[in-house]
């Protein structure tokens, strides 16, 4: 098993910064690809980014391109997401996942990810 912890979620006006940590322990979470994925009210949940178990091959969704940073310290075992130019419409539940299996193609359809953390609420105001 692999146990995802997200932190940093909080308040913030539009155009702020946030940072999103996510504390992985269990398995060598170094031979998986990680993700991010958010869920606002009503919506399902969507892809963010995902990054490759070197941190060297990165997919961002097209509203993250450009704002949010993914990236992976593998001697922490832990997962960043640095969302800067924040908008009302990023508030979210932000979650941080895993894929099934390691050592896989960077993949972001939410049903390749097995292993999810309980999410961290993001707002931001107008």
């Known amino acids: 098993q692999v146990q995802l912890v997200e932190s940093g979620g909080g308040l913030v006006q539009a155009g702020g910064s946030l940072r999103l940590a996510c504390a992985a322990s269990?398995?060598?979470?170094?031979?998986?690809?990680m993700g991010w994925f958010r869920q606002a009210p009503g919506n399902e949940r969507e892809f963010v980014a995902v990054v490759s178990t070197g941190g060297d091959i990165i997919n961002y969704s097209e509203a993250a391109k450009g704002r949010f940073t993914v990236s992976r310290d593998n001697a922490k075992n832990t997962l960043y997401l640095q969302m800067s130019s924040l908008k009302p419409e990023d508030t979210a539940v932000y979650y941080c996942?895993?894929?099934?299996?390691?050592?896989?193609?960077?993949?972001?359809?939410?049903?390749?990810?097995?292993?999810w953390g309980q999410g961290t609420q993001v707002t931001v105001s107008a």
């Open positions: 996942a895993a894929q099934h299996t390691p050592y896989g193609r960077l993949l972001t359809a939410r049903t390749n990810f097995g292993f």
């Open positions: 269990g398995r060598t979470v170094r031979n998986y690809n």
